[in-house]
């Protein structure tokens, strides 16, 4: 059994926290003696340090599955900034010469930060097995699920790395996985883990739908929100294409606010700027989609909106739980018009391959061809679905068991959006049906709770607001150029 009296001086020495949050702790000992652990804390309560601590107390190198690089970089960023140094990531963005005197150099760090699909490499696995990894983390877990609405065929695969790095404690983490995702995710790590399940409701956030008539009625709520409520924004979109439109039409609206768009489709150089450029208060409102706010450590984002309806609840409860950080009044309001709910839709169905798409692609590789111009997504599912299927030999019934598997994810997906769906119509309090699914019961509402209970948007104004500030910085022609493109 580990020693876990000196923890909270711990706490103080490495992170400069006098205390822990709710269920950090547990986590944390539960990790020291041993044992392997499935844990939900809400998005925003200090995940990280769960395992981050564990790591720097214990002997050993521990090593972190994360989704994004965005993520990786900016938790390696922040620990080095609290004077930790050995820390790494392993990502696409660090050049050749840099990743092998990193890998040559594994056994000096502490943590190690890497994605699914690097640990798919040979490389970097031989070198992993020769140091000693103490903790095998897995973050953002539900991605491992079937049922996860961030499934990634790449997490499937995590029990063998498990084995290869021969069985260290391991630790999942996530904060919107629901009793069937929980047992989903030990049933695909193939472990017995004990199950340390906190409530992931956050009771400083009040929730907001607003239904509008038309987009340009959606567009003229937004500014109305924003000029009334000078606070810092994200606005959640479902296209790039709106978020660009929309980030322009505020920057000329505002023009004393600084206003930037990001979504996946960007440089990786320039989205690495403006989450920076956020994070530090150097801008007021980003218009982004799903692809900007995780590994965002930002403590006083007060307002999150979303311009269109999220596919599913749990996305939903990631992004709004980016707000209020600091335990502060926030507000997460969602714009909601008629018909919305075609876009989540039609974004599935890009998501997995049609029947044309599969027949072709089993063809080409059953013949022993490389198959070139489907999504990454496609390819991704397809690879991976080939190779859990590998002992089928017939043609005609791999095509038919890829496509029963296709069919289940495509209606996992689609009660996802209806269950979406439910919720904004719902006519009770919108907190409780919310969380409904992951846990029984919320916490109560420290400010207001919803529009159904006690919350009138169109009447709500921020107490504390920024001051409007022209800001300038040695960057500020490059974020122009970035604002402006076209």
């Not at 714009?335 to 080409?364: H, K, V």
């Not at 009660?415 to 846990?439: T, V």
């Not at 029984?440 to 921020?462: E, I, P, Q, R, S």
């Amino acid at each position: 059994m580990a020693n876990h009296s000196k923890l909270e001086e711990q706490l103080r020495t490495y992170f400069n926290h006098s205390q822990f949050r709710e269920g950090q702790k547990e986590i944390i000992q539960s990790v020291l003696d041993g044992r392997h652990t499935l844990a939900t804390l809400p998005t925003g309560s200090g995940k990280s340090i769960t395992y981050q601590l564990p790591a720097l107390i214990a002997e050993g190198v521990t090593v972190v599955v994360s989704p994004l690089i965005s993520l990786m970089v900016d938790q390696v960023k922040i620990l080095k900034s609290k004077g930790i140094k050995k820390v790494a990531a392993i990502n696409s963005l660090v050049d050749e010469k840099a990743k092998q005197k990193l890998l040559n150099n594994l056994n000096k760090y502490k943590l190690i930060y890497c994605s699914p699909e690097m640990l798919q490499q040979e490389r970097v696995m031989k070198r992993l097995r020769q140091v000693n990894v103490s903790y095998f983390v897995v973050d953002e877990a539900h991605c491992i699920s079937q049922w996860g609405h961030e499934f990634r065929t790449d997490y499937m695969k995590l029990h063998t790395i498990f084995k290869q790095l021969k069985e260290p404690t391991v630790l999942a983490l996530s904060a919107t996985a629901t009793p069937q995702v929980q047992d989903d995710i030990i049933k695909h790590l193939q472990i017995k883990m004990d199950k340390i399940i906190h409530p992931v409701d956050r009771p400083n956030i009040t929730f907001s739908l607003k239904k509008v008539e038309g987009q340009q009625h959606k567009e003229d709520s937004l500014k109305d929100l924003l000029h009334n409520n000078h606070v810092p924004t994200m606005v959640y979109f479902s296209s790039r294409q709106v978020s660009e439109e929309v980030a322009r039409k505020l920057q000329k609206q505002f023009p004393k606010r600084k206003v930037a768009y990001y979504h996946g489709g960007m440089d990786q150089d320039d989205r690495l700027l403006i989450q920076q450029q956020f994070m530090y208060d150097q801008l007021d409102v980003i218009c982004c989609t799903s692809a900007f706010g995780m590994g965002v450590d930002k403590a006083n984002i007060r307002l999150i909106v979303h311009y269109h309806m999220p596919s599913n609840l749990e996305s939903y409860i990631q992004e709004v739980g980016r707000a209020g950080r600091d335990g502060e009044h926030s507000v997460a309001t969602l714009f909601y018009q008629p018909g919305d709910e075609t876009i989540p839709f039609q974004l599935i169905s890009q998501e997995l391959p049609d029947d044309d798409e599969l027949e072709w692609f089993i063809s080409e590789r059953l013949n022993g061809n490389e198959v070139e111009g489907l999504s990454e997504t496609k390819e991704r599912f397809l690879k991976y679905q080939l190779e859990l299927n590998s002992s089928i030999q017939n043609h005609h019934d791999m095509i038919n068991a890829l496509k029963r598997v296709r069919d289940d994810r495509l209606q996992a997906k689609r009660e996802s959006i209806l269950k979406m769906l439910n919720w904004l119509h719902y006519s009770g309090c919108r907190r409780e049906a919310l969380y409904h699914s992951f846990q029984d019961g919320v916490k109560n509402a420290t400010t207001y709770c919803c529009d159904h209970c006690d919350f009138n948007l169109d009447n709500w104004v921020f107490q504390n607001q920024m001051s409007d500030h022209k800001i300038t910085f040695y960057w500020e022609n490059r974020l122009n150029a970035i604002f402006n493109r076209r």
